[in-house]
């Protein structure tokens, strides 16, 4: 046998093996024949009634995709219909009773899963069900409708088709079914879903106790609380996200002596609280009117209604008010919303009128109100049941002095079931706890951006060794992180302490650690930069104090990072290739550190959106792994050592907003497809070797011809970049979030040739040019008075000639020419403005030996004949110019040697929810 016989022979052999065990596997698992005819009897319960046998297989004709397997337990072979996976039989009669096949439902991201197809109309043979829920399936089939047929299914109790992608309207062959007792058809997701005009056969449903119509449309059903109440029975009604028009209806007498539960929420409700219908219900436990448009004060009656367990009126306009005197007999009140909803208040008098009786409260939210108030030390001293307490957004602040504090342990004292805390955005509301006081509770989340915390860091919260959300952003901590905190604090997933001045270094642990976003920016950290946590989403450690290069393996293990905030500090070195798999990296901002050498080929980058890399000693060729990404929005990548050409793809990344690449050492031309960006609002290529002639399809730029234009962040958070910055050479000004309102072209300092394009003159939100330092020649553009936005014009250091157009004295917002070193000759346009400009900036026309008239001291005849000196002078500057970074050498009137450094501070996105 040769050497490569006996592999071959074992090859094989496993080739049968792997043939045989899949034909055997093929022939022992039952596999659901779906969407296949009936061929064999399959269902046969104990007592047959002839009619279930013919059900199963066309119930499962309807059936084209069971991705869960739902039906795997329905097979021909076994004859007992009654112990399939979702069926409920009658002990006494066999008869099938019950179907209950649901899919799953996660979260809003992932959507659902469940049986596709459509429900059969072969369900009418299962005449004895009472009990249908189908719900989270796609079986809304062709139609697309809720089949009228069910409406003759006359035992049917309880039907439930939730979650099925239903649209059109609601059958009212419903309305026959008189034994239904639970009638569930919401859905899942506000699509262009179901409507519903009339609700009137919904009254004939006379034994109804749970009805849900959730997020159908019921925008015409104006009649729909006198159908609601003529059914006595209801206990749970659902209505909300129907876009009903009011609840503000006169039913002649209150029928719903049994309702329990109430959602009305987010409907379009905008009438006063008091004209409500339901006020007189004393039963009820559970109302939540959230998210409608409700306004003026609470009804006396709420003061009756006691077993109210849960109000919900957060996010209404607001109630005014809230007499205190309306809450002192909500004695089964376990959770109390109101976020949102007053526009002013006492928390005192709010508080002190709860605790009378609700000493039941388990979850509190006052968030977002204009609340103030200073807070008695017992204020919560009825409270020990409290879970939750949610005071964010108010005005809490005392006339207490600072040391004693708005809040104390003694506040705390009696909470010993506190879970969840947020006193955020009460600024300035001092919390001064005893450090080594020990809390009877155990925060999971806690939440005090903006309240006075520090100087110390709060030891007290070390108790909390559940914690898995602390914000403690911008709370005046100057302080070391203490030894313990990532020990104890291990479960953190969500930690934001950015904006204070703490000090300390990363653990080299942190792999190991469940932080998913991790905000630490604008502090005192120091040391070494360790391996990421594991399920790192999001990461800023900007402005602090980190060194030395980053872990070889950086990266590897953050698959999940999205925005990657590592400016201002002194990392260096090269970035490594593990950089590389963080492929679902949409922001990176490398800016202002000592990185150095060229970036890695991340071609697997495709959904980079913002790249900063300024201010660094990066090297080599243009970004290639860039060319992948079809989000680009945002590059920086000035002051670097980048070199070589600048890509023609570049014109491919449509999205571009920004392109900043000055003082690099590119050279070559600047590619025609530049053009093609239609979004661009800044250009900056200064201070690099570029050649060639400026393109001259500057017009399609739109984006800076457009005063339309609406600029939209497309990362995930957009508000990380809120505080980008641009420094011009005299005055750092800070956009923030309208920095895209700059439009600004910079090729100045490069080595280009030919006349400035006439198409420029079309630009006209263009605010800053500069094209100094090149070697242009021609005239300038003379339509340039059309650049009606221009704030700053430099043309300097050209070897431009002719006359100065008239045109550029309309430009009214000019505040800054210059248009020295050239070649221009004739008289100086006249114009106040121009004129204004000049005594601020005598040198603007100097070294143009043609000039003539005011406000030069100058006549036409000596303004005809140029000084050959001067001009060879400024030739040679030229030359040797566009290499240097001159920025502050030149006095004053070099315009729009702008670059933009951007300072990424954290801002809150991640609430509790
Ligand atoms: C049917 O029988 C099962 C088992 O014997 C029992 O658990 C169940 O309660 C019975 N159901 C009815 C409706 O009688
Ligand atoms: C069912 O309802 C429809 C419409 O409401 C009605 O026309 C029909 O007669 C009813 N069918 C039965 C059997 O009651
Ligand atoms: C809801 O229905 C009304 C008319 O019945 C219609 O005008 C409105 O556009 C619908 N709303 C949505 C979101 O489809
Ligand atoms: C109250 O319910 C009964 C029974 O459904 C009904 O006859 C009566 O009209 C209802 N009253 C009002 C005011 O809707
Ligand atoms: C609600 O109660 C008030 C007094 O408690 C009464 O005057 C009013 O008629 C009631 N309204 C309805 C619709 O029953
Ligand atoms: C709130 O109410 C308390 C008690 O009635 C009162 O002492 C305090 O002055 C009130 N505070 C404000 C800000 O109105
Ligand atoms: C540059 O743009 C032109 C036309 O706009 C296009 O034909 C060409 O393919 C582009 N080149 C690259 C490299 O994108």
Same mark, same amino acid.
């Given at each position: ?171 009212? *062959? ?45 925008? @015409?059903? #104006? ?15 659902? !209505? ?43 039963? !009820? ?19 009756? =209604? @006691? ?11 607001? =109630? ?25 208040? /006492? &928390? ?104 006075? &915390? ?24 100057? $302080? ?16 934001? =302490? ?11 642990? =942190? ?10 920016? #604008?502090?005192?950290?120091?040391? *070494? ?15 602090? #104090? ?11 293990? /953050? ?78 990548? %000035? ?12 014109? $491919? ?8 690449? %000055? ?21 900056? !290529?200064?201070? /690099? ?9 500057? %017009? ?24 980008? #910055? ?108 121009? $004129? ?20 030069? *001291? ?9 000084? *050959?000196?001067?001009? $060879? ?9 566009? &290499? ?30």
């Amino acid at each position: 046998m040769n050497p490569t016989g006996k592999p071959l022979l074992l090859l094989l052999g496993l080739l049968l093996l792997a043939i045989t065990t899949l034909s055997q596997a093929i022939h022992t698992t039952p596999i659901p024949k779906l969407g296949f005819a009936a061929t064999a009897v399959a269902c046969v319960p104990r007592e047959r009634t002839g009619r279930e046998i013919v059900f199963s297989p066309a119930f499962k004709r309807g059936i084209t995709s069971d991705h869960l397997g739902l039906l795997t337990s329905w097979r021909q072979d076994d004859h007992d219909c009654c112990r399939w996976r979702g069926i409920t039989c009658s002990n006494l009669t066999g008869h099938v009773l019950k179907l209950h096949l649901s899919g799953i439902y996660t979260n809003e991201h992932t959507g659902m899963e469940g049986l596709v197809g459509q429900i059969s109309p072969q369900l009418l043979y299962l005449d004895h069900l009472e009990h249908l829920d189908l719900s989270i399936n796609y079986l809304e089939g062709p139609s697309g409708q809720i089949p009228e047929f069910i409406g003759s299914m006359k035992s049917l109790r309880y039907l439930k088709l939730s979650g099925i992608p239903f649209s059109g309207t609601v059958p009212p *062959q419903l309305g026959n079914l008189s034994k239904l007792q639970h009638l569930d058809l919401s859905d899942l997701e506000g699509k262009e879903g179901m409507h519903l005009a009339d609700m009137s056969w919904v009254s004939r449903l006379g034994s109804l106790r749970y009805l849900d119509l959730s997020f159908i449309n019921l925008s @015409a059903a #104006s009649d729909w609380a006198h159908a609601v109440n003529m059914i006595p029975s209801i206990r749970v009604l659902r !209505l909300s996200l129907c876009q009903l028009q009011g609840a503000n209806h006169s039913l002649a007498h209150y029928n719903l002596t049994k309702l329990e539960k109430l959602d009305l929420s987010s409907n379009y409700f905008d009438h006063p609280y008091a004209s409500c219908w339901f006020w007189n219900s004393t039963i !009820l436990k559970y109302l939540d009117i959230s998210s409608n448009n409700l306004y003026d004060q609470l009804p006396n009656a709420i003061g009756h =209604m @006691a077993s109210l367990r849960v109000i919900n009126f957060s996010d209404n306009a607001h =109630m005014g008010i809230v007499e205190p005197e309306l809450m002192t007999n909500l004695c089964s009140l376990e959770n109390l919303n109101l976020q949102g909803s007053l526009s002013y208040g /006492n &928390m005192t008098e709010l508080l002190d009128s709860l605790s009378n009786c609700s000493n039941k409260l388990s979850e509190l939210n006052l968030a977002d109100n204009n609340i103030s108030g200073t807070l008695p030390p017992g204020i919560f001293q009825q409270f020990a049941d409290l879970v939750t307490l949610d005071a964010s957004n108010n005005q809490l602040t005392g006339p207490l002095p600072v040391e004693i504090g708005d809040i104390t342990e003694e506040h705390f004292a009696n909470l010993r079931s506190l879970k969840y805390i947020d006193l955020s955005s009460n600024d300035p509301l001092n919390i001064v706890v005893d450090p080594t006081w020990i809390a009877p509770f155990r925060l999971e989340r806690a939440s005090f951006p903006a309240c006075m &915390m520090g100087p110390q860091f709060p030891t007290w919260l070390q108790w909390s060794v559940d914690i898995w959300l602390l914000e403690i952003s911008n709370t005046g901590i100057k $302080d070391k992180l203490p030894d313990w905190f990532w020990t104890t604090f291990s479960k953190l997933e969500e930690l934001d =302490m950015s904006n204070n001045q703490i000090s300390g270094v990363l653990p080299t642990n =942190m792999e190991t650690m469940a932080l998913s976003y991790l905000y630490l920016g #604008s502090n005192q950290i120091s040391g *070494q930069l360790p391996p990421l946590p594991r399920k790192n989403v999001k990461l800023d450690v900007s402005n602090n #104090s980190l060194s030395g290069s980053l872990p070889s393996n950086f990266g590897a293990q /953050n698959q999940q990072m999205v925005t990657l905030i590592l400016s201002f500090n002194n990392l260096s070195g090269h970035i490594p290739e593990s950089f590389c798999r963080m492929e679902q990296l949409a922001a990176l901002d490398l800016a202002n550190n000592l990185f150095e050498g060229e970036l890695p080929q991340c071609f697997g980058m495709t959904g980079m959106a913002i790249v900063l890399l300024q201010n660094n000693r990066f090297s080599g060729s243009f970004p290639v792994f860039l060319e992948r990404s079809t989000k680009l929005q945002l590059v920086d990548l %000035s002051r670097n050592n980048f070199s070589g050409k600048l890509p023609t793809w570049i014109g $491919d990344k449509k999205e571009l907003v920004l392109l900043l690449l %000055s003082h690099n050492v590119f050279s070559g031309i600047i590619p025609i497809n530049i053009t093609n960006l239609s979004n661009l609002r800044q250009l900056n !290529l200064a201070g /690099n070797s570029l050649s060639g002639n400026i393109p001259w399809r500057l %017009s399609n730029l739109e984006a800076m011809k457009e005063d339309n234009y609406s600029f939209n962040l497309d990362i995930p958070d957009d508000s990380s970049y809120n505080n980008l #910055s641009v420094f011009t050479k005299r005055t750092e000004l800070f956009y923030g979030p309208n920095i895209f309102s700059a439009v600004n072209i910079d090729l100045s300092s490069n080595y280009l040739v030919g006349q400035i394009p006439e198409e420029i003159a079309s630009l006209a939100l263009l605010k800053n040019l500069n094209l100094s330092r090149n070697y242009l020649s021609g005239k300038i553009p003379q339509k340039i008075g059309s650049l009606w936005s221009l704030e700053s014009l430099d043309l300097s250091r050209n070897k431009l000639s002719g006359e100065i157009p008239p045109s550029l004295s309309n430009l009214s917002y000019l505040s800054d020419l210059d248009l020295s070193h050239n070649n221009l000759s004739g008289r100086i346009p006249s114009g106040s403005q121009l $004129d204004t400009l000049y005594f601020e900036h005598p040198d603007m026309y100097s070294s143009n030996d043609g000039l003539f008239g005011f406000p030069l *001291q100058r006549n036409y005849s000596e303004g005809i004949a140029p000084k *050959q000196g001067y001009h $060879d002078h400024s030739k040679t500057q030229q030359v040797a110019e566009p &290499m240097f970074f001159y920025l502050g050498l030149v006095s004053g009137f070099v315009v729009g040697l702008w670059v933009v450094f951007c300072t990424i501070l954290f801002k809150k996105t991640w609430r509790i929810a």
